[in-house]
């Protein structure tokens, strides 16, 4: 949804800068969202290993 807005915001020739930090925050969050998803599987499989 986030690139469909800096998408959007692109189209209307709005600031460089403010798209730009749009698409900034959008790759944060992608690696936010890979970096705890890592996370969770190494804490799931650190788990899982206890339990053998």
């Given at each position: 949804?986030?690139?469909?807005?800096?998408?959007?915001?692109?189209?209307?020739?709005?600031?460089?800068?403010?798209?730009?930090?749009?698409?900034?925050?959008?790759?944060?969050?992608?690696?936010?969202?890979?970096?705890?998803?890592?996370?969770?599987?190494?804490?799931?499989?650190w788990?899982?290993?206890?339990t053998?």
């Open positions: 949804m986030l690139s469909l807005f800096v998408d959007w915001l692109e189209s209307l020739e709005v600031d460089p800068a403010i798209v730009y930090t749009g698409k900034f925050l959008e790759y944060a969050l992608l690696l936010a969202d890979v970096v705890l998803y890592i996370v969770f599987l190494c804490k799931t499989t788990k899982a290993i206890k053998i």
